[in-house]
């Protein structure tokens, strides 16, 4: 992440900001408390618990109703859809 936005000719001074829509989530990643049922945690979940540990990434909580990733990877509904690419439009 951080080499390709120095590939780009981009340096990262802060945390970046990853967006989330799943609360649990996020608490997960930031408590390195293990709960019966998250024992069977896939590798890059313990990669990402690691960035946030050491900096380098800083999560935030974003309703899905405002995730604008969602236009590209989910069918909407036209409405959502619409108001999600209106978004697009600001950057």
């Known amino acids: ?3 390709l936005l120095k590939g780009l000719g981009i340096e990262p001074q802060d945390a970046m900001p990853v ?3 799943n609360q649990g989530a996020i608490a997960l990643a930031k408590n390195p408390v293990f709960h019966d049922r998250s024992k069977h945690i896939a590798i890059q979940y313990h990669y990402t618990r690691l960035l946030v540990k050491s900096g380098m990434i800083n999560l935030k909580y974003l309703p899905t109703e405002e995730m604008l990733a969602d236009a590209l990877t ?3 509904p036209r409405v959502q859809h ?3 690419a209106c978004g697009f439009a600001v950057f």
């Open 1 to 3: 992440m951080v080499d």
């Open 19 to 21: 967006f989330v829509d």
């Open 74 to 76: 989910k069918p909407l």
């Open 82 to 84: 619409e108001y999600l």
